[in-house]
């Protein structure tokens, strides 16, 4: 029987040098596509697929994250006193329940493995979401329910993937596939970042993952790979002969909003999605593409 996936732990202590000067203040994570900040988007996806715990892993000068996830009474009350139903909701909604968010601080910037490894504790011994909120995607069925789905079938670590091009193989974790039957490949091992002369597959890791707990006793090892970075991928492929491994070629789109074109792509594939603004922002998108 496979143990239901409850915690969800979102890094967000990178420092968004891609992002300068936005990112010189507001962390990178709260910049907003359309009407909220990325992080809500991940973490409304993970509520939608029955997350009931969040551990944030943060780092200093990033405080508006918490923030924005606790209540605001003062604006509360004072939006239920005017009557703005629909202004308090959007604040409401984005509140985590008590004691159902943690901050754990990851005061060095050690890579991806590193932040997973901060919230081991608080983890503790059952299969856990990990959600990189640049990856923003839009489905029907949200991303992370597609894969807690797949979890509870096969167990194991499972990641969402999408084929790239061989070219950006350097970008991604790449699965080296031993079987694949067109919807979930299982992995008999996997490369963090490899040259595209070099990748197995071009099957790429994007930001969703389940993880079996297993993986902790090797982040704790604190193992630097790729980058001289302490890599997710590599703690993963070191369990992989005990634990089974899978890619879920997820249904729905990726969004890279660690880019500038990603993220306005982001807004704009949001935008188009969103009933309220859909058939106006297409009018406006044509009328810029008809521009000379
Ligand atoms: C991280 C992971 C990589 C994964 C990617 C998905 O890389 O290390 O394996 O494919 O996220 O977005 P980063 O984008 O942080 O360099």
Request: charged share 25%; proline share 7%; with cysteine.
């Amino acid at each position: 029987m496979v143990q239901r996936v409850r915690k969800a732990v979102l890094p967000v202590a990178g420092l968004g040098t891609r992002f300068l000067p936005a990112t010189k203040v507001i962390p990178k994570e709260m910049i907003t596509v359309i009407d909220k900040p990325v992080v809500q988007y991940a973490v409304e996806e993970a509520r939608a697929a029955g997350i009931e715990e969040f551990i944030f892993v943060t780092a200093d000068g990033k405080e508006s994250i918490a923030m924005h996830f606790q209540p605001h009474l003062v604006l509360e009350r004072s939006l239920e006193e005017k009557g703005k139903t629909t202004e308090l909701n959007a604040v409401r909604n984005a509140n985590l329940p008590p004691g159902k968010a943690h901050f754990v601080k990851q005061h060095d910037p050690l890579g991806l493995g590193h932040a997973v490894w901060c919230a081991m504790q608080l983890v503790g011994n059952e299969p856990f979401a990990v959600m990189l909120p640049d990856d923003m995607v839009l489905s029907k069925t949200p991303c992370m329910r597609q894969l807690i789905e797949a979890h509870a079938k096969v167990g194991g670590h499972v990641v969402a993937v999408e084929d790239v091009p061989r070219e950006h193989t350097n970008r991604y974790g790449i699965l080296d596939v031993l079987e694949d039957d067109g919807k979930i490949a299982k992995a008999k091992g996997l490369v963090e970042k490899p040259a595209p002369d070099k990748a197995p597959s071009t099957l790429a890791i994007i930001g969703r993952y389940v993880i079996d707990p297993s993986v902790f006793p090797e982040l704790d090892k604190h193992t630097k790979g790729a980058g001289n970075e302490i890599q997710l991928t590599d703690a993963l492929n070191r369990t992989i002969e005990k634990v089974p491994f899978h890619g879920l070629r997820f249904e729905g789109r990726r969004y890279d909003c660690g880019t500038h074109l990603g993220f306005v792509e982001a807004n704009v594939a949001f935008g188009l999605a969103n009933p309220a603004m859909s058939d106006k922002l297409r009018v406006i998108v044509q009328k810029l593409l008809d521009m000379k």
